[in-house]
């Protein structure tokens, strides 16, 4: 279905830690029991890619797992999978009704606890794997760690992916504050293993962590240089871990990033279930990760022309979009669809995005930044671009398409506006015919 039937606000009043506690209560979640078989993901960047990695190879693995994400590109039931399947209408509609009875029942209880979007969905994600026995939980958290509701679950194993300005005002004024807020995610006595870009935090992250008793783990100590050729048609990766030795595997996942994203999953991985090792060192991790995608995160739809979209909502997420377009392109010319949501940092993403483009069509998201504005931002960085500007994201695409010399089509700009390009291709393209 295409909206969650719970008419909620995205953010719940205040710090919701005990308001989420009571309401699991009033559901009948044991989080205790779910946090001890659960592993929460968190990060900037690459959270998503992270989280579908694990599920994949715990599923590999034998194990049933479930996968809770967020947000979803074009139906909420995205957000919940269970052995590789979405939720169906029915299933989630049952299980929304319980969620929203309980929410009624504790704000007429507590008059002003208004939960938001993101817990009622978390909420509804731990009742399904709960009935459904789900042996193991793979749970992408909200914002940050601190706060996030995925902390009551006190997973034994987490990873951090990232670190990245994002989401400021809420999680801090510097890199440091946002990645310490991420770091509670991981509960004293628990495990987190912390992608390459935390590097610079390092001694502020091991401080802290040793006053909370959290044990970490950082990839960068236990790989090499890794290497990948990258192309539309497979990316072909080898990483070389300290201990076990190399692994050569081809993913579905494009762009230079997602090497750091499987150094992060593969460790996460070893941490939950070290029984496996060395064993699983290739036999079931490249199969297994062979067919795993991640919609909208560096994404190509063939066609003439091609579309290649990205979701990065960051400075540090747009730089790496733009170099994998280069790569994935050979540098060939292309095309930029470009829509930004305003909350994010605008001006430093266009400084990243500007040079990269010649050509570009601008439009504008529910709640964006205007067309207008965004054109002209993007011309004072690039007086020589050639930019045009459409109402919506079909009508960019359309723009785009008509274009003579059929350059190939790049999205990116964040979340949102990869969903509302993607929707609108997928609408205005033929698919291309099976072999």
């Known amino acids: 279905m295409k909206m969650s039937t719970l008419d909620l606000p995205r953010f719940g009043a205040g710090i919701g830690l005990a308001r989420t506690s009571a309401i699991a209560r009033r559901l009948g979640l044991d989080l205790a029991a779910i946090g001890r078989r659960a592993m929460v993901i968190t990060g900037s960047n690459g959270k998503g890619s992270v989280s579908r990695m694990l599920a994949s190879l715990f599923t590999a693995a034998g194990e049933r797992t479930g996968l809770f994400t ?50 009622a969905g978390f909420l509804t994600a731990l009742l399904w794997f709960q009935e459904a026995g789900a042996e193991r939980l793979v749970i992408e958290a909200g914002i940050g760690g601190r706060y996030d509701p995925t902390r009551l679950l006190m997973a034994p194993h987490a990873a951090l992916v990232s670190l990245d300005f994002e989401h400021m005002p809420l999680l801090g004024s ?72 190399p692994l050569d595997l081809t993913m579905a996942m494009h762009g230079r990033f997602q090497l750091d994203n499987l150094e992060v999953a593969l460790e996460a991985f070893a ?86 483009f010649e050509r570009v069509i601008v439009s504008t998201l529910p709640g964006g930044v205007p067309a207008a504005d965004l054109a002209a931002a993007y011309k004072a960085r690039n007086a020589t671009a050639h ?49």
């Open 387 to 435: 930019v045009l500007i459409a109402n919506k994201a079909s009508a960019a695409v359309a723009l785009a398409l008509a274009m003579p010399e059929r350059r190939e089509v790049v999205a990116l700009g964040g979340l949102f506006w990869a969903a509302a390009v993607r929707e609108a291709w997928l609408g205005a393209t033929p698919a291309p015919c099976a072999e």
């Open 271 to 356: 941490d939950a279930r070290p029984d496996l090792f060395p064993g699983a060192w290739p036999d079931l991790i490249a199969p297994a990760l062979a067919g795993c995608s991640n919609p909208a995160r560096m994404e190509y739809l063939p066609g003439e022309p091609g579309l290649l979209v990205d979701a990065g909502h960051t400075p540090a997420g747009i730089a790496a979009a733009v170099a994998g377009v280069e790569t994935l392109l050979n540098r060939r010319k292309a095309v930029l669809l470009l829509g930004m949501s305003a909350d994010k940092p605008v001006a430093a993403m266009l400084d990243v995005l500007a040079p990269a």
């Open 174 to 245: 510097s890199l440091r504050e946002v990645a310490l807020d991420k770091l509670d995610i991981a509960p004293p006595g628990g495990r987190i293993i912390l992608g390459r870009s935390l590097a610079s935090e390092r001694p502020a992250i091991e401080t802290v962590a040793g006053l909370k008793q959290v044990a970490l783990g950082w990839v960068a100590d236990q790989y090499r240089p890794s290497r990948s050729s990258d192309a539309l048609s497979g990316h072909v990766v080898r990483l070389d871990h300290a201990v076990r030795g």
């Open 70 to 119: 967020s947000p979803h590109l074009h139906a909420f039931n995205e957000r919940f999978v269970l052995r590789g399947e979405m939720i169906d209408d029915g299933s989630l509609t049952v299980l929304e009704a319980r969620v929203g009875e309980a929410i009624e029942a504790h704000i007429h209880q507590q008059g002003w606890d208004q939960p938001g979007a993101f817990e």
